[in-house]
């Protein structure tokens, strides 16, 4: 059998179970396409032999009739997640060498059921960015490309190298983190889908912390079917985080009926934005106009305070990185700045930190010590978790009127070129979340899917928004949607 | 309000990151941008809304309070920079 790294986790699980393909022949598929990839820059710490180690495992729990959920399937693993010795320095040189000594809950929870990591997958630096253009690893290339051009793209971010390896199909799905928006823009961006679940589905044990109050993680894959089973085997109670939901994780998959006759999907207002490209709007309205033909309910609905969602995010978001962040002072871990004689502790730290955060990172993190300095700690950093709270209730009265789930575009444009936003003020770059950045601070469950292409050739996504904790409901919408709107398209090879 | 280079230089030093004298107007005018975005947030009605704490209504988990690990100084020490004897090494700090 050809092209085994083609597969969805579906296909593939299925298989493995019927003894059509191993473990190892899928892996080794998997990691003969990472290593012609190199021009996506995607994979940044290659584990080759931990993956065959894992595929034999698997392949011999298949034989033994013991097949846990994601057995024998290849994946990729954020930078973000903490991997027993294996390099995990959140694409930031202040971690440059640091190899845990523990393993995060959630790629436990994955190697648990059966999965294969084949390396760690590139990234923003701590996942501050939307475009992957801050990773010490440098940029990720997105496997599309514009018709007849040969522009680099940026694949977004902050999960811009998941969504890449995904969409080049060097992993069969691959995990993500989303504070903002970075795993639903990067899916989109690429021509995937991804889920970000309800804030507590999945522990934050081991994942290297931006903004506590807003990361969760979540897989990016390539069908909405391979998005339910992944994210079961990443969910769950974990006593380390005292943030994990203790509440039973349903079976997602079986869940994907694709009935969603009579349920309420709710179409904001004040996500149409001027200036929106015509057609994003148009995509919006189709997909708008397939989940009616489904059976659903069409209804116009008003989040009044979504225009303060990224003001308040730029609030909330750099004032818990900024003090997530103090723990990175060259003592511990990671890297320490060779001192001059007579230095001392002081400039140790800000020598260190100088040194090993880039330019993004020190923005957010000065800014947030701005907001919670003495004297604006009540004017920024309280006034953000008011506007906060207005924020979820607007969601809040949505779901009690009746509404089930509610769609919106995922990115304002589609993917852009590498290098295009360099000289734009950073507040531009911040734009990129306006549709996503809502659900992480309502702590609501949000997935992309792609939805269509641009009139160059380019993937777009859409957004649904569910309740919390009902993510098998939201997937069985996306599933629907999915069915509806039929989308095939690949990125052509050129890498 | 407008953030001056005086006041860039006292947030570099409250986030004990170096920032040369020269790339201090800079980092001043980046400030003054985002915090102009932010500003906006002075529009909203707050009211009487309570600042949020937690976004899932939970009580945090509790457990006894006792030792549930520990012993492992090594691993602890793996990754520093600079260990010595079981110790964390760093610059003099008490003369």
Request: hydrophobic letters at 40%; proline letters at 5%; aromatic letters at 6%.
């Amino acid at each position: 059998m050809t092209d085994l790294n083609k597969m969805t986790l579906a296909d593939a699980r299925n298989n493995l179970r019927a003894g059509e393909i191993t473990s190892v022949e899928l892996t080794e598929a998997c990691l003969d396409a990472v290593d012609a990839a190199d021009a996506l820059n995607a994979f940044v710490h290659n584990t080759p032999e931990l993956a065959l180690e894992q595929a034999q495992a698997a392949d011999a729990r298949i034989a033994e009739g013991d097949a846990p959920s994601m057995c024998g399937l290849p994946l990729g693993i954020k930078d973000l997640f903490c991997t027993k010795g294996v390099p995990s320095q959140a694409a930031s040189a202040i971690l440059n060498g640091f190899k845990p000594e523990y393993e995060s809950t959630v790629s436990q929870n994955l190697f648990d059921a059966g999965a294969v990591m084949l390396g760690k997958l590139n990234m923003d630096e701590f996942a501050m960015g939307s475009s992957n253009e801050t990773s010490v690893y440098g940029d990720v290339v997105n496997p599309w490309r514009r018709e007849n051009e040969t522009t680099p793209l940026t694949p977004g971010g902050s999960s811009g190298g998941s969504a890449s390896a995904v969409a080049a199909d060097l992993c069969l799905a691959a995990t993500g983190t989303d504070t903002g928006g970075s795993i639903r823009q990067p899916a989109a961006f690429a021509g995937i889908t991804g889920i970000k679940p309800t804030y507590g589905r999945c522990s934050r044990w081991g994942i290297i912390a931006f903004a506590s109050s807003l990361d969760q993680a979540g897989p990016m894959t390539k069908t909405v079917r391979d998005s339910a089973i992944m994210l079961e085997a990443m969910c769950g109670h974990d006593a380390k985080d005292s943030t994990s939901a203790d509440i039973p994780v349903p079976n997602f998959e079986a869940m994907l009926t694709g009935d969603i006759r009579g349920k309420v999907i709710g179409i904001p207002k004040e996500y149409r934005m001027d200036g929106m490209p015509a057609e994003i709007e148009n995509l919006w309205a189709d997909g708008t106009a397939m989940l009616k033909d489904a059976g659903a309910e069409i209804r116009d609905i008003t989040l009044p305070h979504t225009k303060y969602a990224l003001p308040a995010y730029y609030v909330i978001a750099p004032a818990e990185a900024s003090s997530n962040l103090a723990r990175y002072d060259g003592v511990r871990y990671g890297h320490r700045a060779t001192l001059e004689a007579g230095d001392g502790i002081t400039e140790m730290y800000e020598k260190t930190r100088a040194e090993g955060f880039g330019p993004e990172v020190q923005r957010r993190v000065m800014i947030g010590t701005y907001v919670l300095s003495a004297g604006f700690y009540d004017a920024y950093y309280n006034r953000a978790r008011r506007v906060r709270a207005l924020i979820k209730k607007d969601f809040e009265d949505v779901f009690a009127a009746g509404v089930d789930a509610i769609l919106t575009p995922a990115t304002p444009s589609a993917a852009f070129g590498l290098g295009e936003m360099a000289d734009a003020d950073p507040v531009q770059m911040y734009l990129n979340d306006v549709f996503t950045v809502t659900v992480n601070l309502a702590g609501l469950p949000g997935i992309a899917i792609p939805a269509g292409l641009d009139k160059q050739g380019l993937p777009l996504g859409l957004q649904l928004i569910g309740k919390p904790w009902e993510e098998g409901d939201l997937l069985n919408t996306a599933y629907a949607l999915e069915n509806a709107a039929g989308y095939v398209a690949k990125p052509q090879k050129w890498w | 309000m407008s953030i001056d280079q005086n006041t860039a230089a006292k947030v570099a030093k409250l986030a004990r990151i170096k920032v040369e004298d020269d790339a201090l107007p800079a980092l001043a005018q980046e400030f003054n941008n985002i915090l102009g975005f932010i500003e906006q947030l002075n529009e909203v009605d707050v009211e009487g809304v309570e600042p949020m704490t937690s976004v899932t209504p939970m009580r945090l988990k509790r457990r006894e309070d006792v030792v549930t690990d520990g012993g492992m100084a090594k691993t602890v020490m793996s990754n520093a920079p600079d260990a010595r004897e079981g110790f964390f090494a760093v610059p003099k700090v008490v003369e």
